[in-house]
């Protein structure tokens, strides 16, 4: 049974910048695309940046510029730099592991950023 594990989420003032971390585990991490959702209250959850196999990047528009997608496919990690943050990037944060149907979500992580 696979696993996804995040990390790093927090409490920080617009402008600031926080690192997530997402462990994986029960899984072939090197075939999987990777990504990081958010949902705010009362809202859909949203793609925020995904990291193929390959390494290849995708950012939704709000955070391009902002945010950088990792992987380190030695440590079964996926990371989410986030710099320059605004209070409408609060949101819980969730890791997802996909490959064809196959798909696995993290528990989540709180970001909450202040005005």
């Known amino acids: 049974q696979a696993h996804l594990v995040e990390s790093g989420g927090g409490l920080v003032q617009s402008g600031g910048s926080l690192s997530l971390s997402c462990a994986a585990s029960?899984?072939?991490?090197?075939?999987?695309?990777m990504g990081w959702y958010r949902q705010a209250p009362g809202q859909q959850r949203q793609l925020v940046a995904v990291v193929s196999s390959s390494g290849i990047t995708s950012y939704q528009d709000a955070v391009k510029d902002r945010f950088t997608i990792s992987r380190d496919n030695a440590r079964n990690t996926v990371y989410l730099r986030m710099n320059s943050l605004k209070p409408e990037d609060t949101a819980v944060y969730y890791c997802n592991a996909r490959w064809s149907d196959v798909n696995y979500w993290g528990q989540g992580t709180q970001v909450t950023v202040s005005s």
């Open positions: 029960g899984l072939v991490f090197g075939i999987y695309t």
